[in-house]
């Protein structure tokens, strides 16, 4: 059993599709063993963007992940990394393909529904920047 972190943006809970994402992770048979909801506040934001804290769009998408509080899901299932980015599609909404939950859903690059891990070792990383171990259950 594979875990990944999920984070559900702005844009999702601003436009309500929070029920409609969920349930297409659980169609696909991911199964939800942690959720909150939590501000990004600045040292989140610059920890868990750190690998673009430097460009100049980075303000950008720290205001945009701060404007309200998110919900971030510990998903887990078969291969749920890749199965999760696979349903997502990719990052840029407007290149992403009908069936895709970006495609569908999302507007552009940053208002794009979801975050989720790209790898295991980033799953590991965000996971455990998000919660604690007691607050996961499995």
Do not use: W
Not at 79 to 99: E, F, H
Not at 104 to 112: P, S
């Amino acid at each position: 059993m594979q875990r990944t972190l999920i984070l559900l943006k702005p844009d999702c809970l601003d436009q309500r599709l929070v029920g409609q994402v969920i349930t297409r992770f659980e169609e696909k048979g991911y199964g939800i063993i942690a959720s909150k909801m939590i501000q990004l506040d600045e040292r989140l934001l610059n920890e868990h963007y750190s690998h673009v804290a430097d460009l100049p769009f980075f303000p950008e998408i720290a205001a945009f992940m701060s404007s309200r509080p998110v919900l971030a899901l510990v998903l887990e299932g078969d291969g749920v990394i890749q199965g999760i980015r696979d349903l997502l599609g990719p990052t840029d909404s407007t290149v992403a393909p009908s069936g895709t939950i970006r495609g569908d859903l999302g507007t552009d690059r940053m208002k794009n529904v979801v975050h989720a891990s790209d790898s295991p070792e980033a799953a590991l990383v965000e996971i455990n920047r998000f919660f604690d171990a007691d607050q996961i259950c499995g």
